[in-house]
């Protein structure tokens, strides 16, 4: 039911109670008035009675006519009085009245019979009389009594039913104040509870109150208008949720793309610093992208200077593709292609080209990778040369050892002989022969150590201009008229460490070379320099240490050699020349004597444009000997009369050396290896003056020997071999005044020379 209709239904029982108890109140008042009255009317009759019942007595004993006319009046009295209370009120017991008025009527009737009674009879009457009128008297009281109880009655029924109103409004009022409380405070409190949650955000509230009324209708609206907020809101939340999720997307994308950025700049820069040149190319070879190394390789700042043009145009300079080109071999085979190019500017390179697939099996692009293998492969054939060289090397060292040996026999007793002979006899001519024979094939021999670096060596320091302009005297006299000789000096000193003999060697085969290069004449310049050679150029050349250098260069216009030629140029034995004018040992020797100066030899020449060489010597630091003129050979040969222990294993030589000293007067106690040595020096340690030890031996070789005889006793030494005397210093045996070094093939007159200079002055007798 609508709260309406209930508090108009409220209204109207409220309205209707009123009026009842108006009503009610009204009838109640009416009521007390037509009792009132009655009971005025029943105290009236009553009083009536009493008067009747005293004027009975005295009327019916007296029976006068006036009397009997005021009993009369009496008795009409009385009956109109029961007439009034009859018919005016309808509340009156009517048998009373009716009692009342039988008695009244039955009186009259008695005392109409009065007069004709006798006293007596009348005594009789007024006794009933007196009955009656109390009988009547007590009727009447009866009648007020009646009246009495009636408007008690009604006084208790109307209190029950004032009672029964007022209970009823209060029960409307309860009713009312519950109705409230269930029927609109406990919806207003929902309301309200969603009112509050409403405005805390809570949508999801609801207030579920299915009811017809105001408040269903208005929980209806509140819970239709939360919903629409909620899914108001519920779509706002999920638009705001659709943001965030969209930025976080957005921040996602953002570092992904952050992250690719990156990546792709890394790969750039991977791709960057790969010095390999790496293209992308198209069916026409056209460039799409090139690394930074591809531009590098053209001397160009950037890639993009590359990009659209041609793969032929830029490296081959060509206007049409490659004969051998892997790219187009990869379009063509769908597989990755090889191959190995030569560019118009002299270099190698290693090409690989990688197919890119489109969709299916269609290649699109070729990834193209070109590595500049010039200097690898420079390297590589240096490498090979290295190697080879330093076979021949060991095998060429070996040989002129053992060679020298004979050498030095056969030139030993040749110089004997000629010693013997005199001069003019018929067989000294043929002894000059064998001993100039024997100094050519010693100087091959000099050749061969010097290629493998076993040629012993001098170092000093020296200004390489004043070395070389120490030699001019002698190249004058070597170089031909017809070629004009010309020096640059480096304006500063340039300090070497070197061999002098070895050095001027060097100048002298390269300046014999380039003049036989000229057969017809020509330019040759000897020039000295100092370079830096840095770590770049060790790379490009593959040779050298990075560090300072003091060059020597020889340029010649002469004829120049092909690339065949100057592959083999330091190889022993190798000539170009007919038999009889070159041996081949010439480069050799530079090569070895250079290799021994840690420096390198560079060659640079063309068939027809001439040929320079170039001797890097490394640059010494420290105080330049200065070069000095060769010494005139002494005439004279020295003698002596001190005792030597000579220790050779190889027989012949050992016999040579051995009478040469004893043609000089020297005491010679031989021994066949370094064992024999020992023994012999147990057997005459007193009486020996000197110590002469070939420095290898079979079983006890001459570095034993030595130390063992000085633990004992130090005695001067001479040390001799075929090898250099930095090897000896090397094994362990400094070299002194007391000890030195004689290397093989030994003149005699080099053997006297040292002897003496050892042993020192001949002590006068
Ligand atoms: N300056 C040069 N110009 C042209 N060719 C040269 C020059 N120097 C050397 N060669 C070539 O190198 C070869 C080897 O030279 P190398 O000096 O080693 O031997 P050789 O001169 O032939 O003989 P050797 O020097 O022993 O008398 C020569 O035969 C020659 O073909
Ligand atoms: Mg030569």
Known sequence: MKIRTLSN??????????????????????????????EELADSLTHALFLAVQEDEWYFRSGTVFDKESFHGTQRKIAQL??????????????????????????????????????????????RVKGLRHLQYLEGKNLVKSIYEKRKKIHELFHLAGNGLTAALGFTIIFFLFYLRRRIHGPLLRLEEGFAALSTGNFAYRTDLRRNDEFGLLARNFDGMAET???TTVSVEGLKREIEKRRE?????????????????????????????????????????????????????????????????????RTAPCEICPVQECFKTKREAEATVYTPDGRIWDLRAVPLFGKGDEVVNVIEVGRDVTVHRKLEAQLLQAQKMEAIGLMAGSVAHD????????????????????????????????????????????????????????????????????????????????????????????????????????????????????????????????????????????????????VLIITDTGVGMDKNTLQRVFEPFFTTKSEGKGTGLGLSTVYGSVKRHEGFVNIYSEPGQGTTVKVYLPMARGKVIEAREEAPVEETLPTGKETILLAEDDQALREALATTLK?????????????????KFDAHRETLDLLILDAIMPRING???????????????????????????????????????????????????????????????
């Open 703 to 765: 570095r034993q020997v030595y130390e063992k005889i000085k633990s004992i006793k130090p005695y001067k030494t001479i040390i001799i071999s075929g090898y250099s005397k930095d090897i000896f210093a090397q094994n362990g045996i400094p070299l002194t005044e007391e000890v030195i070094f004689l290397s093989k093939p030994i003149s005699p007159v080099a053997l006297l020379k040292r002897v003496r200079e050892v042993l020192g002055e001949i002590k006068s007798p």
């Open 9 to 38: 239904l409220l209204l109207l029982f409220v309205v209707l109670s009123f009026l009842g108890i108006i009503s009610f109140n009204l009838a109640f008042a009416l009521k007390e008035e037509t009792l009132k009255a009655e």
């Open 663 to 679: 043609t000089f007067g020297y005491t010679v106690i031989e021994a066949a290896d370094g064992e024999e040595a020992l023994e």
């Open 403 to 550: 060679f020298n040996n004979i050498l030095s026999a056969i030139m030993g007793y040749c110089q004997l002989a000629l010693i013997k002979e005199k001069r003019g006899e018929p067989l000294s001519h043929y002894l000059e022969q064998i001993v100039s024979s024997c100094e050519r094939a010693a100087a091959m021999t000099q050749g061969l150590l010097a290629f493998s670096r076993k040629q012993p060596a001098n170092f000093a320091l020296f200004d390489l201009n004043d070395l070389v302009r120490g030699f001019e005297k002698f190249l004058r006299r070597l170089v031909r008229e017809d070629i004009c000789l010309k020096y640059l000096y480096a304006e500063e000193k340039l300090p070497v460490m070197v061999d002098r003999g070895q050095i001027e060697q060097v100048i002298m085969n390269l300046v014999t070379n380039a003049q036989d290069a000229m057969p017809r004449g020509g330019g040759l310049t000897i020039e000295t320099r100092s370079v830096y050679h840095d770590e770049e150029l060790v790379r490009t050349h593959g040779y050298g240490k990075a560090g300072e250098y003091a």
């Open 249 to 317: 997307t957005e921040a996602t994308l953002r570092e992904e793309e952050e992250k690719l950025r990156r990546l792709s700049q890394e790969f750039h820069t991977l791709l960057n610093a790969i010095p390999d040149n790496l293209t992308l190319q198209d069916r026409d070879l056209k460039i799409l992208w090139a690394n930074r190394g591809a531009a590098h390789s053209l001397n160009l700042s950037s890639s993009e200077e590359i990009v659209g043009k041609y793969c032929y145009t830029l490296w081959h300079n």
């Open 229 to 231: 907020l909620q899914s």
């Open 82 to 127: 029961i007439e009034k209370i009859a018919t005016e009120n309808r509340t009156t017991d009517r048998k009373i009245l009716e009692s009342i008025s039988n008695i009244n009527s039955t009186i009259t009737s008695l005392f109409d019979r009065i007069s004709s009674l006798t006293l007596k009879e009348r005594e009789q009457e007024i006794f």
